[in-house]
């Protein structure tokens, strides 16, 4: 098999290349060790299997981000027989920087010219015989968006190339440190395909991958390197960059014709206002207020059409689970429904996802995302961001409704390390959707009268929150993370193409389910067995027995007159007709028109034909006994929430709870509360169903609001502590694996567990104690911390922070 290594700098339309190669037979995984996307695909071109790989956009082989590493990494260890260099055609100059160390690697190379059309656009016109000859490798010219890529032309190429062996590597006099070259080129006994003339350069460099391959010291090269500023005064890596640049520069000049050196490129013009002193934060709101209506917002509008086709499926997966027989729900059933619900929780924000993803992949394609991280950096890092934290933090939840999963996700073309991680451990700060219905619950039920202004608070209040923690972990736990130079390229603006977005939106959708999706389920199953167990008393079943058995017997009375009673005088039958008159009722709730109502009608008819007629009951007497098995099945849904509430109380869980109570009742949290927060730590929207289960006292009339409202034991100043917890703490189980992936550490995933739930505990507590003592209401209490939290910012934000450079480059 062809290996092909797909090298250039970013914003070349490598990506759109390898799509055009691979079409839709792409492998997505990550590199070893590293959470950089490793793209792949395997084809056959005539006879003649060839795999593809798509490495990460790098401006050079230096060490100093993610990207380059893994790049070099690659070619160095993976026996790459084809190099192939996509270049920006408009942008010739400033990419043979890579080009020239690619040859230097001495492999078998192509050369695809890409982005044409721009290049004829700015009336530059380029000798592709003479640069052929002086690089002495092929090249073809592309317009990947167009998809006058070539195809069969690009992989003959390639084919052709697979079958050159080079006699003589490509050699860029470094003139003066030429002698120290050949010196290091004899110490390597290191044996590899890549030209020993390279490892050397490297090795020169510093390059610690390099140097570790060739067995060659530090200090040996420090003393050479010593040796060399004494001699010349020369600082090799400066040197080494000025050669490769100026023999860029007599290439570019040699091959390259500028017909109209004053043209006045689109990119430049549109840069006037989206880069302007006054408009850029205006435009930046108005995109980023864009994203988050027309995923967060619109895409949680289709979740209104995924869900009943979930509820389908889980309604249909009930179906081959067994029965529950009255009261008594066998524990197979029981699981599957909790494995069913854990699953289609996730699955049902596919949509959103998928708009992100698209969108994201659009600002990618169009060369947006470079002048956000530019237009923000200012504000940012002096908390230890930068401007790429833009994008994640917006879709974590900026605006109250975004998604800590894909924001964690999103931080991965953040180049420097220390940012990067700041901003995985400060996304989960932001307002999710998940954690909404609890606000709506705890301000429904204490706050109807302020509801705007806490909820001003709530989504406000976590920027200064995410501030706060990335300027404390940067100056601490993340001190001595590496930082590295921020090259940052702003590229000329193109049209994305559509299969390009899409393609990639799938990607990131499929990735998000696979990796997530399993790990989740796997937590659910423990979360199962902690709520489960050990289970209801033998003195609490009795009760629960009896209680079923009573309303059994009052059934009996109300039916056993009726023409239909031989078909339910058994207890198995009537527990049969409970259970047909829930399921049909849940699926007659998803089936919107006549027709299909209709339809569900003649299946149930069809497979019940005696009980059926008493769910839908047409005379007098099948209306009296539906009348009666309604009364039955909501008895039995109050018996199996009462049962419930009985196994959570004992559960493993609900004793945790309690052992908590001793230290959170300083917060205003009782073990009732304990067990909600815990229960909720899969998904924080099964904190409002567990409190919803717990408050339920049978009264159908109330509200889940006004159950807990009405109950007494909690005051406004306990719903703002628990608030104060719910904004601190981590979304879901989901964000916490995405943390792990992103990171690569279980150590930063339970790191980001850990420390904003003690920061909750403390600061619930802190603030509830003088809510006591000072006499603040529940607004007070939020205003309070709000101010305090602001007042902080600010202040972290007069002292300056360690902060890598930046170099910004235009692409005009």
């Known amino acids: 098999m062809l290996k092909v290594a797909l090298a250039g700098q970013p914003n070349c339309g490598k990506s759109t290349i390898f799509n055009m190669l691979s079409g839709v037979n792409q492998h997505v995984a990550n590199y070893p060790g590293v959470t950089v996307d490793k793209k792949s695909a395997t084809l056959k071109f005539q006879g003649e299997h060839i795999e593809i790989v798509d490495l990460p956009g790098t401006y050079s082989f230096s060490t100093y981000s993610l990207e380059e590493m893994v790049a070099k990494t690659f070619l160095l260890d993976e026996g790459t027989d084809v190099i192939v260099n996509v270049v920006d055609a408009s942008s010739l100059r400033r990419n043979l920087y890579l080009t020239f160390q690619l040859l230097e690697l001495g492999k078998p190379m192509v050369m695809l010219l890409n982005m044409m059309d721009i290049a004829e656009r700015r009336e530059l016109e380029i000798d592709i015989d003479k640069l052929s000859k002086m690089l002495n490798i092929p090249i073809i010219e ?29 050699k860029i006099d470094y003139m003066e440190f030429e002698n120290f070259i050949a010196k290091i080129e004899e110490m390597i006994s290191y044996e590899s395909t890549i030209s020993k003339r390279w490892l050397a350069i490297k090795a020169l460099e510093a390059d610690k991958v390099i140097l570790e391959k060739v067995n060659i010291s530090k200090d040996t090269i420090k003393d050479i390197t010593s040796n060399i500023h004494a001699k010349y005064d020369l600082d090799v890596d400066q040197t080494f960059a000025r050669v490769r640049y100026d023999s860029a520069d007599v290439v570019y000049h040699k091959c390259v014709k500028e017909k109209n050196q004053d043209l006045d490129t689109l990119t430049a013009k549109v840069d006037r206002i989206i880069l302007n002193k006054w408009l850029a934060f205006p435009v930046l709101g108005l995109i980023i207020y864009l994203i988050y209506q027309l995923s967060i917002v619109w895409g949680y509008e ?26 008594n729900v066998p524990m197979i059933t029981d699981f599957g429904i909790w494995m069913i619900n854990s699953a289609i929780a996730l699955l049902n924000y596919v949509p959103i996802f998928f708009i992100l993803f698209a969108l994201i992949a659009i600002l990618e394609d169009v060369g947006y995302m470079p002048r956000m991280a530019f237009i923000l950096d200012r504000v ?45 451990l400060t996304v989960p700060y932001m307002n999710c959707l998940a954690k909404v219905p609890f606000y709506t619950l705890l301000l429904g039920a204490f706050f109807k009268e302020d509801m705007g202004l806490m909820m001003f608070f709530i989504s406000t209040v976590t920027l200064f929150i995410a501030l706060i923690v990335a300027r404390l972990t940067t ?27 899409i393609l ?136 199996q929430i009462a049962i ?78 628990m608030l104060l917890f719910m904004i ?53 209490l939020m205003r309070n911390f709000y101010l305090s939290a602001a007042t902080l910012t600010l202040i972290l934000s007069l002292f300056k922070t360690k902060q890598s450079g930046w170099q910004v480059g235009k692409s005009q």
């Not at 032309?153 to 084919?159: D, H, K, N, W, Y």
């Not at 001190?479 to 702003?490: C, D, G, S, V, W």
């Not at 052992?659 to 300083?666: F, G, I, K, R, S």
């Open 475 to 501: 100056s601490t736990v993340l001190q001595n993370r590496e930082t590295a130079p921020f090259i940052m390229e702003l590229p000329t603006y193109h049209l994305p193409t559509f299969s390009g977005v």
């Open 504 to 639: 990639r939106a799938t990607q990131r959708v499929w990735l998000y389910i696979k990796k997530v999706m399993t790990i989740v389920l796997a937590v659910a199953v423990v979360l199962f067995v902690l709520l489960q167990f050990p289970g209801v008393s033998a003195e609490k079943n009795i009760e629960f027995s009896q209680q079923m058995d009573k309303a059994l017997v009052q059934f009996d009375k109300k039916v056993q007159k009726s023409k239909y009673y031989e078909h339910i005088d058994e207890a198995s039958e009537v527990s049969a007709l409970i259970n047909l008159y829930d399921s049909y009722k849940s699926q007659r709730m998803l089936a919107g028109s006549k027709a299909a109502v209709a339809s569900l009608d003649a299946a149930f008819l069809a497979k019940s034909p005696e009980l059926f007629p008493l769910v839908r009951p047409q005379d007098k007497d099948a209306k009296k006994v539906g009348k009666a098995a309604r009364k039955l099945s909501k008895a039995n849904k109050k018996l």
């Open 142 to 170: 592309t317009v990947g968006t167009k998809r006058g890529g070539k195809k069969k032309e690009i992989l003959e190429a390639i084919s052709q190339a697979g079958k050159v062996t080079i006699a003589e590597p490509f």
């Open 644 to 721: 419930k509430n009985e196994k959570i109380t004992n559960s493993f869980l609900g004793m945790f709870g309690r052992a908590l109570e001793p230290l959170t009742q300083y917060a205003g949290f009782d073990w009732r509360i304990n067990v909600a927060f815990l229960s909720s730590f899969a998904a924080r929207e099964s904190a409002v169903a567990t409190l919803g289960s717990i408050y339920e006292k049978g009264k159908s009339h109330l509200s889940p609001e006004e159950s807990l409202a009405q109950d007494g034991a909690y005051t406004p100043v306990h719903a703002a502590s």
């Open 380 to 424: 940012f890092r002096k908390f230890g961001l930068h401007g790429q934290s833009t994008l994640p933090l917006v879709l974590g939840g900026a605006f109250v409704g975004g998604c800590a999963v894909p924001g964690i996700m999103a931080t991965k073309g953040i180049a420097d390390d220390r940012a990067r991680l700041a901003t995985i």
């Open 728 to 780: 601190l703490t981590p979304p879901c189980i989901a964000t916490m694996v995405v943390v792990k992936l992103q990171s690569n550490s279980y150590r930063w995933m339970l790191f980001a567990i850990f420390f904003p739930t003690s920061l909750g505990v403390i600061l619930s507590l802190s603030f509830f104690s003088m809510a006591l003592q000072f006499n603040w209401s529940g607004i007070e």
């Open 302 to 327: 289709l979740t209104n059409y995924t869900w009943p086709l979930l509820a389908t499926l889980k309604n249909w997966a009930i179906t081959v689970l067994p029965p529950p027989e009255l009261n």
